[in-house]
């Protein structure tokens, strides 16, 4: 059986860190926003090149704190890319705010900037991009039109950590952005963790007062915050795993070069431009007979995943807040869809063994 992820495995090249992690913050005493949440903010905000990095509870958070750190009114709206996991869009709702749907690219996937322009009206205060599967978007452009409609930008890089366009990595051009350490994401913690970043003294400030009840100084509380704290241990893990992150994406990078290599012509696979460094969060192909594929590679001993089965405008859950929305081009997406292994215990002969069996299909 060739599994499509396996955390035990994933993690077990970092169990001795693990265990000195653990023993190190176990003996310190200090177990809320101490030492090790400190150091793993400073390893990664400088593994970006970026000024500051607050350390909060899960990548949800991460977001709607960035969104918060705006001090936008209720009711203005923030563009998010139709194709988006259903958190990008909560964020925007938790925070009082509109979501306006954007059609991605159907061959990046990513948000289409073309189409972010016909989308600005007057209430347009933000743009939320979302760097999916481990694609930076183009950053570039998307942040030429911020600039000339004078709009925040926030970057979702909870699939992209260490993507880049142009050499600059995702998650350094926005004004705020928001990171997922979810144990499956290329940098994972044994459990939820997620960080903002920004070059923004001010927003930095912000965010540190939110993710702890408002407050800078012990019982003073200046902003109506929340307990969204990065737990001393996943900070720890993160701190040692770092160490490994430039390695874990080679590894994914080299995975996917197989999968180019070998896989026949009949898959829709990820597209390819100089411009862009992926870190195959996911390795995502498109197929017309997508459940037929699955359940053939499953019965072939292949796990596969599906991100995601149900774009977010027919979601139970957005039922009257997005059914004014077309999405024709995230519904193919999500209608043919199909996620392969790629973690950092598979081999290349784990690929090339799926390669062989779906070629037969």
Known sequence: MIEYENLKKLNAPFEKGYDDAWQRVRQSGWYILGSEVK??????????????????ANGLDALVLSLRALSLNEGDEVIVPSNTYIATILAVIQAGLVPVLVEPDIHTYNIDPALIQKSISSKTKAIMVVHLYGKCCDMKSIMGIADDHKLYVIEDVAQAHGAKQDGEVAGTFG??????????????????????VTNSDDHNKTVRRLRNYGSDVKYYNELAGVNSRLDELQAAFLSHKLEKLHDINQHKRKLASVYRELLGDQFILPSVDTRYEDVYHIFNIRHERRDELRTYLKEQGVGTEIHYPVSPVHQHAMKGVLDHFQTPIADEIHRTTLSLPISYFHTEQDVREVCRIMNQF
């Open 39 to 56: 150091q793993f903010e400073g390893s990664f905000a400088h593994w970006l090149g970026i000024r500051h990095c607050i350390g909060v």
């Open 175 to 196: 004004h705020l952005s928001a990171f997922s350490f979810y144990p499956t994401k290329n940098l994972g913690a044994l459990g939820d963790a997620g960080a903002v």
